[in-house]
């Protein structure tokens, strides 16, 4: 079928040939391969430091990313407007993750290479974490990650502000338990994030005597929820742990209030939901139900008073400030402490200076510490309730900032887990 | 299917090859454009660009051969491919395991296991994998094979057009969503990530990242290679046949299932090839890039190039990359825009593509001559 004539042979030789000798001096430069990736450099030669800003801004992450980046933004207005950093003004450069994992990693190579950060800013989801996780260690450059996580990870060269586990789930489960609460249905998205969390809270109701009654997922982004919202009527459980992300939260409240469920009949603890999230979905589906978090815009001190006032004085009045924008808020101010106690931006003496210990700031939240030693930081956690006003109120907080165990290793009940 | 300007020729053995005009141009013509792309690809491209930007260029050849397989299948057989997807994650994850398991070492699970999957021993699917060269030719072949088995189904069946475009979609997010269900084992919607080695290179040196480039470059070459053999020959001419008269070659006596799977059944080899090169030049496999809105960028790329020439798919599908890439570094926050702007420009005023430019430029300057 296929006839090769002279011509046609000629070309496959010519394309053959150009493979082989291109395959062969790529070996070549295999070979005198010697040097390995050196430490980032850092452009510390004018007045001012590059810092990226690494959010998806389009997408359907980008409602809620923005919001950080704002966030983020604000704090470095604050930190030039009083100075700087060790004299220089603080230059952000901000990158759209598109919330596509491939695309955070080429952004932040990109940061990282051609602007010659000092520190990078960003992701929301786990998985853009993990796509960008290697590049930070390869590059030995330096990510701040804002928002609460699955746990069970401890890069050298990531700073987890947002909470881990032990700081938001645990606790929400503590508080359940307390309300005598002995039954457990858990909903959650199809993702990393809601199947860690599930398989801790059943570990956790394995040796609390408490039971889980039934375990669904939902496709990111589903908004079909009928049949889970029956099953849960139908499981009789006294609680819902909800750890469903974005738009599915406003189809399933819809369905469990028109199933004639509400929060004194059955609460739902959300991990994913803050004051943004209460806007969209609607105070009226919501209002009384719970919330697992370490901020709110009602946390009460002069720290948060005066971050609230400022961020709705350049973005809006109508704007609320949730718990993830609260973490890169601080994240911005636990670097420019760390960098000023180390008199120097090189990764390497930051992070020797968060080894040291001793790093605080009075957040919003409260005052945190950065555990030099897993690279998160201490936090209250805070239980919520969700009001008519669209606001979440604290109901139960933990007391004292809690120390973070990304591995859960100070609890014997999940051992099992990592 | 009337954006092909050439005529279509019947497959008349009379007919001296020189005399046939396809997009895929002339021999001499063709073995100089082979030239110039490779002192582009292999001479200009890494004296100009530094490592980023190399690796970028990695990523986007990457991506323009599954566009030459697209072209072959959909621009030349009218087979509209919007589920490539499963072939490139397939051959990506084929890659991805190996590599994983190499970077674990004998004996040893992934990491992501250890966290996720709580598991003792690796799962059987898994073993083969150890091997590289089972999963070196597990790359190519195993899209391949499941491209045939579905098109022995679907083609014989006659199914075409929109439903076959639904079937393809429908197959990516299954794939996708058995994938991030199964997070113990694949890592759900993380994807496989942190691959630090390919076959004994480490990745993180920049020099075999280069390597990587140039390994892909190759990749891309020969796959045009073989698109133009393809192309060029009588089975390219029956392709084209069966594209704009399915029925007409069935009378004819040609079994047009046939000819529509050995099309199908390649570009889903050269998408597999695709997404194991694309493992180690970017570093990550994951559920979102075999999905469905991956499978229709694949397209795009196709649509904005010209889908009916050689060049055009792939020189398309680097363009949109590139664009994305240079639109969203310059303006973050309205980029969409403007790459929405620039998927519809070209399918208004240019439904050939950007391949046909050249075509209307020759034409305006012939029709100048004449003139003169």
């Known amino acids: 079928m296929f006839r090769i004539p002279g011509r046609r042979s000629a070309a496959i030789v010519a394309a053959v040939a150009a493979f082989a000798t291109l395959t062969a001096c790529g070996a070549k430069t295999t070979d005198s391969a010697t040097t390995s990736g050196a430490g980032a450099t850092i452009d510390t030669s004018g007045s001012s430091v590059k810092v990226g800003l690494l959010n998806s801004l389009s997408g359907t992450m980008a409602i809620s990313e923005v919001t ?36 955070f990693a080429e952004k932040a190579q990109k940061l990282i290479s051609q602007d010659k950060v000092a520190a990078v800013f960003g992701c929301w989801t786990s998985a853009s974490r993990k796509a960008v996780k290697p590049v930070f260690e390869k590059n030995k450059s330096l990510l701040f990650y804002p928002v609460q996580y699955e746990g069970l990870e401890q890069s050298p060269y990531i700073f987890y502000t947002g909470a881990t586990t032990n700081q938001q789930i645990v606790p929400g489960l503590d508080y359940l338990k307390a309300q005598g609460k002995t039954s457990l249905y858990l909903v959650g998205s199809d993702y990393v994030f809601p199947r860690t969390a599930n398989k801790i809270i059943k570990a956790y109701a394995e040796a609390n005597g408490m039971k889980v009654l039934g375990e669904d997922y939902a496709p990111l982004g589903s908004t079909e929820f009928s049949t889970i919202v029956n099953k849960v009527k139908a499981s009789g459980a006294a609680a819902v742990f909800n750890t469903l992300n974005g738009d599915s939260n406003v189809a399933f409240f819809k369905e469990y209030k028109s199933a004639g469920l509400t929060a004194a009949s059955m609460p739902v603890v959300s991990v994913s939901i803050a004051e943004e999230e209460v806007k969209s979905i609607g105070t009226q589906y919501l209002a009384g139900q719970l919330t697992a978090w370490n901020y709110y815009q009602t946390t009460p001190g002069a720290a948060n008073e005066k971050f609230v006032k400022a961020y709705k004085a350049k973005y809006g009045a109508d704007k609320p400030t949730s718990d993830p924008m609260e973490a890169a808020y601080t994240s911005v101010y636990l670097w420019k402490a760390m960098v000023e106690k180390a008199g120097s931006f090189e990764v390497e003496k930051v992070k020797a200076a968060s080894a040291a210990g001793g790093i605080t700031y009075d957040a919003p939240e409260g005052k945190v510490t950065v555990d030099g030693a897993t690279q998160h930081i201490f936090k209250t956690a805070r239980i919520g309730k969700v009001g008519d006003d669209g606001l979440i109120t604290e109901v139960w907080n933990s007391g004292e900032p809690i120390k973070p165990d990304p591995f859960l290793k100070g609890y014997p009940w999940a051992t099992g887990l990592s | 299917m009337t954006t092909l300007q050439d005529p279509v020729i019947a497959p008349d053995p009379t007919i001296q090859p020189a005399t046939r005009r396809f997009g895929a141009g002339t021999g001499s013509r063709a073995v100089i454009g082979f030239g110039l792309a490779a002192v582009a690809l292999f001479g200009l491209a890494p004296v100009v660009l530094g490592d980023f930007r190399l690796g970028l260029l990695a990523k986007y050849l990457c991506l323009a051969i599954v566009a030459v397989g697209i072209g072959l299948a959909w621009g030349r057989g009218g087979m509209l491919t919007l589920g490539q997807g499963v072939f490139f994650g397939l051959g990506g994850y084929a890659m991805a395991m190996h590599l994983k398991l190499t970077d674990a070492g004998p004996g040893q699970l992934p990491d992501f296991m250890q966290l996720y999957g709580q598991l003792d021993t690796l799962p059987w699917w898994w073993k083969p994998f150890a091997s590289p060269a089972f999963a070196l030719a597990a790359t190519v072949l195993l899209p391949m094979l499941v491209a045939l088995l579905l098109g022995l189904l679907i083609f014989r069946r006659r199914v075409r057009g929109a439903y076959f475009a639904i079937l393809s979609q429908a197959l990516c997010a299954a794939l996708a969503i058995f994938l991030i269900g199964q997070q113990g084992t694949t890592g759900g919607t993380n994807g496989l990530t942190d691959i630090q080695g390919f076959f004994g290179y480490d990745l993180n040196d920049p020099l075999n990242r280069r390597t990587v480039y140039f390994v892909v470059a190759a990749a891309l070459l020969a796959v045009l290679g073989i698109a133009w053999q393809l192309m060029r020959s009588r089975y390219g001419e029956l392709l084209v046949a069966v594209r704009d008269g399915e029925e007409r070659v069935r009378f004819l006596g040609y079994d047009p299932a046939n000819v529509k799977l050995v099309a199908y059944v390649v570009a889903a080899g050269m998408a597999g090839l695709a997404g194991a090169l694309f493992v180690p030049a970017v570093g990550i496999i994951s559920p979102a890039m075999i999905g469905v809105v991956p499978s229709i960028e694949f397209v795009i790329g196709v649509a904005v190039g010209g889908r009916a020439g050689l060049v055009g798919p792939a020189l398309g599908a680097i363009a949109v990359a590139w664009a994305r890439t240079a639109l969203s570094e310059r ?39 004449v003139a003169a």
């Open chain 2, 331 to 369: 303006l973050p926050s309205a980029w969409t825009y403007f790459e929405g702007l620039l998927f519809i420009l070209p399918v208004v005023f240019l439904p050939g593509g950007l391949a046909s430019l050249a075509v209307l430029l020759r034409r305006r300057t012939a029709k100048k001559e």
């Open chain 1, 68 to 103: 950080v980046r704002d966030s983020l933004k604000l704090a470095i207005d604050e930190i030039n407007a009083a100075g700087g950093v060790l004299g220089k003004q603080i230059a952000p450069v901000s990158e759209d993750g598109g919330s596509d994992w491939p695309t």
